[in-house]
């Protein structure tokens, strides 16, 4: 469907051709649906399918007919709440709207004052949030447009108890919109739906939409002590003009990045215990293409956007089979296409299985040949002796390598196994996934 088909405003149209937006895609056409006309919606949507341009949307119109209203857009981080700010910076800024980004991790003075002046519309975390609204700042009575955005990742973060707060004083079901986007509308973003929002429609993607069809995915089997040199010679081989790079765990990100620099390639690394101001200056220069490679942890890089990123490594298979999604989801954006390249060593193999099963299918397998492990010439400055909470944690506090080399994966065998090929690489796959004449992965019912 195109955009001009929809009953918008002639402004607010202008404002999506500025963008560059002519159709809509699948979500956006499937929400807009229900939420032009006023209702409620729980959509499951994965990152990079245009999901904030639906909501952005769906407030612009309302406030556009009244400008009376105010919207509220709660975010799971700092970094999600400011990538929402500039999509709605560059799809809003002739509509005269007023809009900030509320957070944590920064001072208060230019955010109160922001407040004071006036906004109508708040994105914001629900620490911050609930701090502002204490101090009387932020008088939620007046929101009656509510946008909760990943949150699966909100509850995670075990934030439901906020959301619980910031929803009582806000209008009653009844007398606000209100939008949740997740995803997967698991057991407790329907039950959230049902309590807090008024007759929502349910808009789920089929699994088959789950990941985004313009990314390539290969998927190699490699030891873990032959990672690095695989990871030098796809880089190499691919040479790709930006690429983001996933550890498990902090310890792993920084050291990764150190030894992508000793080997010539220009990397840094984002982390969760990085101040905010490091964290936003390492974001900004990324975007801005001043080093190519970025190293991150999972909730570091929870909603990093990156115009034009061209590749993604799972340098470990991500624990939550959730999060391979949102992993692959930083490209292959906005019609572009991308490459998401994993690595499955015997520290993380058995987490391949549920993400495969999750997204309904068997990533392609690409065999390791010698020819493309490259020489690692980096030098380890660390002490041979790290503290194991330094090197055992996840951004999340969570011990990594749930099996360690013996672990059990979900077929009752051990994630670990013996080599193939010549070049050594690649640990092999659990036997219910082995790698030659495996049977097709059966999606989640």
């Given at each position: ?6 009953n ?6 202008r ?12 979500v ?35 406030l ?7 919207a ?14 500039g999509?709605t ?47 009387g ?6 929101y009656?447009i ?13 934030f439901?108890?906020?959301?619980k ?15 949740l ?30 990941t ?14 032959l990672?690095?040199?695989l ?28 030894k ?15 101040a905010?101001s ?12 001043k ?18 990123l ?15 999604v ?60 790290p503290?194991?909470d ?15 080399r013996?672990g ?5 065998r ?8 010549s ?5 092999r ?17």
């Amino acid at each position: 469907m195109r955009f001009e088909e929809l009953n918008l405003d002639s402004r607010l149209l202008r404002a999506i051709a500025d963008r560059g937006y002519t159709e809509t895609t699948d979500v956006q056409s499937r929400t807009l649906a229900v939420t032009l006309p006023g209702g409620d919606a729980a959509v499951q949507s994965q990152t990079g399918t245009g999901k904030t341009a639906a909501f952005l949307i769906t407030i612009f119109s309302r406030l556009l007919q009244d400008g009376r209203n105010k919207a509220l857009i709660i975010a799971p981080t700092r970094e999600l709440a400011i990538q929402i700010e500039g999509e709605t910076e560059a799809l809003g800024r002739n509509l005269g709207l007023r809009y900030g980004a509320f957070y944590g991790g920064v001072g208060y003075d230019r955010q109160e004052a922001l407040l004071r002046k006036g906004v109508d519309i708040v994105i914001g975390t629900p620490g911050r949030l609930i701090d502002f609204e204490e101090k009387g700042l932020l008088k939620l009575g007046e929101y009656k447009i509510l946008i909760i955005d990943e949150a699966d990742r909100l509850f995670d973060m075990g934030f439901l108890p906020d959301l619980k707060r910031l929803f009582k004083k806000m209008p009653a079901p009844g007398a606000r919109q209100s939008l949740l986007f997740s995803a997967t509308l698991n057991r407790v973003s329907r039950q959230i739906a049902m309590l807090y929002m008024n007759l929502p429609e349910f808009i789920e993607l089929t699994p088959d939409q789950v990941t985004v069809e313009a990314i390539t995915q290969e998927l190699y089997q490699v030891k873990s002590h032959l990672k690095l040199n695989l990871l030098l010679g796809i880089l190499k081989a691919e040479a790709p003009k930006n690429a983001l790079i996933f550890t498990n765990m902090r310890y792993s990100a920084a050291r990764l990045a150190r030894k992508l620099s000793q080997n010539g390639l220009r990397a840094q690394y984002l982390t969760g215990d990085l101040a905010q101001s490091q964290r936003m200056r390492v974001m900004d220069d990324f975007s801005e293409g001043k080093f190519p490679i970025l190293v991150a942890t999972d909730v570091a890089a929870r909603g990093l956007h990156i115009d034009g990123l061209e590749m993604v490594v799972n340098y470990d298979l991500p624990q939550d089979h959730e999060n391979y999604v949102h992993r692959i989801g930083r490209t292959g954006r906005a019609g572009l296409t991308g490459k998401a390249v994993s690595l499955a060593c015997e520290k993380f193999s058995e987490n391949l299985y549920p993400i495969e099963r999750y997204i309904g299918m068997t990533i392609p397998e690409k065999k390791a040949t010698a020819a493309l492990f490259a020489t690692d010439r980096s030098i380890e400055f660390e002490s041979k002796s790290p503290s194991r909470d330094a090197r055992g944690r996840d951004d999340r506090g969570n011990r990594g390598g749930q099996g360690g080399r013996g672990g059990r994966s979900n077929s009752g065998r051990s994630g670990s196994g013996r080599g193939q090929g010549s070049s050594g690489g690649g640990s092999r796959r659990p036997v219910h996934n082995a790698p030659y004449g495996r049977p097709a992965v059966q999606p989640l019912a």
